[in-house]
């Protein structure tokens, strides 16, 4: 296979984890009889220094055309004090839009080896964790108009409006079930139907949009159960698919249960252009150039590419295995160090991955 990858390393470890990143995916280009061409492009604090913009116009012409784009992390403390309009995240917001991604994939993975970070007692990850969530990234209440705060009658109101069409959910769902076909072939999902409208339309386009997909079991949470029983009860989860506010904070509380923010990769994906793979982590400035930076979130995101975006399932779960048996051989970096095990710089864990594909 020959793809065309567009990479925006971005700031702070984003330029370390990225380098790294790229050597796996090049034994892995080497191993399968894969070609993979690269274009570096900027974005994020970088490309302010570099061109004034966050976002160069040539950045978003470059992602339309890849069949994939890699990202590190954007923002650090020396462009805090800038102009708002021109921000580093602006430019992870802008290349989102520009790119159409609606849908943001999180997978929430404990591996056994590292269960002494989470933040789950024993016997509630016994049978560890292994969940994505599947969250509407560009509707919903953060979208929905009218929105805002005036004076009625004399006192300041404010509101926001959650609003669905079938169209959005029905592309959601459709990314939620294709994903749950590659993994354990179950959706929850995950919407408050007992009291919003918005939620029994989205209840209903679910249901027709899962008779397409026989094979995957389908079940429906109200999200404060959800909530709950992400904490008590995590393994009976496969794919959560829930709107952009519910997922906002569902895939953040499955994140932190795992303890390890550099281990977890995510996409966000679209219909028109290529999905986005990045680590859900920052820039981490304040262990930027110093080799300290973990690059196993970027390492699994470019595994989710290799299965997201190019089918490439042998692929993926080469490079999954290599990150597994480096944790089972007792290789860390600094933020996953515990007692007994062998401290790794960012190359040399990267190496140890490598000589494991
Ligand atoms: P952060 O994720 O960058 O760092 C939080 C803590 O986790 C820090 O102590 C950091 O050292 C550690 N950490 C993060 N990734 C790590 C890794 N791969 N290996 C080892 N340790 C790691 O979050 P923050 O400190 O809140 O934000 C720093 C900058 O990153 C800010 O400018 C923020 O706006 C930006 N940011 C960018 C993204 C993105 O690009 N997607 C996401 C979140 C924050």
Redo the contacts with the bound molecule.
């Keep these: 296979m020959k793809k065309h990858l567009c990479i925006m390393a971005?700031?702070?470890?984003?330029p370390e984890?990225m380098s790294q990143g790229l050597r796996v995916l090049d034994k892995i280009a080497e191993k399968f009889g894969h070609e993979f061409t690269k274009e570096e492009v900027l974005i994020?604090?970088i490309a302010i220094d570099k061109t004034g913009s966050p976002l160069p116009d040539a950045t978003v012409e470059a992602c339309k055309k890849a069949d994939a784009v890699l990202?590190?992390?954007?923002?650090?403390?020396q462009?805090?004090t800038i102009d708002p309009a021109i921000?580093?995240?602006k430019g992870?917001l802008g290349i989102r839009k520009a790119l159409g991604l609606f849908a943001n994939l999180r997978p929430a993975r404990l591996f056994p080896e590292l269960a002494g970070a989470c933040l789950l007692r024993p016997d509630i990850v016994k049978d560890g964790l292994d969940l994505m969530v599947v969250r509407e990234l560009t509707g919903g209440i953060y979208f929905g108009k009218p929105a805002g705060v005036e004076v009625r009658d004399g006192k300041r109101v404010g509101y926001n409006t959650m609003i669905y069409n079938e169209d959005e959910v029905r592309r959601i769902a459709h990314i939620a079930f294709k994903a749950a076909m590659k993994r354990k072939k179950k959706v929850c999902s995950v919407d408050k139907a007992n009291v919003l409208d918005v939620s029994r339309l989205w209840r209903e386009i679910i249901l027709e949009v899962a008779k397409e997909y026989p094979e995957v079991e389908l079940s429906h949470l109200y999200v404060d159960n959800a909530a709950m029983q992400l904490v008590r009860d995590p393994s009976q989860f496969d794919v959560i698919v829930t709107s952009n506010l519910f997922g906002d904070i569902l895939s953040d509380e499955a994140s932190v249960i795992t303890g390890s923010?550099?281990?977890l990769a995510s996409a966000s994906l679209g219909n028109e252009y290529a999905g986005l793979y990045?680590?859900?982590?920052?820039?981490?400035?304040?262990?930027a150039g110093q080799g300290?930076?973990?690059?196993?979130?970027?390492i699994l995101s470019i595994a989710m590419m290799l299965l997201h975006e190019f089918d490439l399932e042998k692929e993926a779960l080469c490079i999954e295995n290599a990150v597994r048996k480096t944790l089972q051989d007792g290789y860390r970096?600094?933020?996953?160090m515990e007692e007994g095990k062998i401290l790794c710089n960012?190359t040399e864990i990267t190496d140890r991955v490598i000589e494991r594909l």
């Design positions: 971005g700031d702070g470890i984003g984890i994020g604090g990202l590190g992390a954007v923002g650090g403390p462009w805090d921000r580093p995240e992870l923010i550099g281990m990045e680590p859900i982590h920052g820039s981490a400035p304040d262990i300290k930076a973990n690059p196993l979130a970027t970096t600094g933020d996953i960012t």
